[in-house]
């Protein structure tokens, strides 16, 4: 990709700037984030990071991005397990690798402009939800969930509590009861699946056939 001049962009440069923006993020929050100081950090110029991203939320979005690893769709050929294992990832993402207290400020301030909080959504928010509708998409096509279960339902009631407490400052959530809470109305056994859950790998698949 090139820069405004036209010539191509510095990966290295990229890269130092992403991290810096996260080191400072840690440092000051995001209401004392200054692109100064990013600049100081990564050895380079505010004119040199304006040019790669125009806009200081969408560098902070990038650099929260940076942080994250593409989650894959849990497939434990448990459903209760799946749905888990998707919600506690989150949750210890949002805890434990995000800095603290940037994504309820970050969230308001794209809020206004469409582009920038469909980019906050793409990155930051969907590659997780992705994942976990698979999850339950699998879970409806098994026969586990009753077929008007509607996946991308299922899939926000359980991510809405995770982030409604990431933004709000609020208790981790556990996440045990907050699945069951929600399979219990839309489980077609539930009882059948807590006792799945409670199987080994190997017992789980022949627990199928």
């Not at 582009?115 to 969907?126: A, D, K, N, R, W």
């Not at 509708?133 to 299922?154: I, K, Q, S």
């Not at 609020?170 to 809470?181: I, N, S, Y």
Request: charged content about 25%; overall charge neutral.
């Amino acid at each position: 990709m090139a820069g405004a001049s036209g010539r191509p962009r510095d990966p290295a440069i990229d890269a130092a700037v992403l991290k810096a923006t996260v080191e400072e993020l840690r440092a000051g929050g995001y209401g004392g984030f200054a692109l100064e100081r990013v600049a100081a950090r990564a050895g380079t110029t505010k004119a040199a990071i304006r040019r790669r991203w125009p806009q200081r939320q969408r560098l902070v979005v990038d650099a929260l991005a940076a942080l994250l690893a593409v989650p894959e769709a849990p497939d434990n050929g448990c459903t209760r397990c799946d749905l888990q294992q998707s919600v506690r990832l989150l949750a210890r993402t949002l805890d434990e690798r995000l800095p603290a207290g940037v994504l309820a400020p970050l969230l308001a301030d794209c809020a206004g402009d469409a582009e920038l909080h469909g980019h906050l959504m793409e990155t930051l928010v969907e590659p997780s939800r992705a994942a976990a509708l698979v999850a339950v998409r699998r879970a409806v096509a098994r026969g586990d969930l009753v077929a008007e279960a509607d996946p991308e339902t299922v899939v926000d009631l359980l991510a809405s509590v995770v982030y409604q407490r990431v933004l709000f400052g609020r208790t981790r959530a556990e996440v045990g009861p907050l699945v069951d809470l929600v399979l219990k109305g839309v489980a077609v056994d539930f009882e059948r699946l807590v006792e799945i859950s409670r199987l080994s790998p190997e017992e789980r698949a022949g627990h199928r056939h």
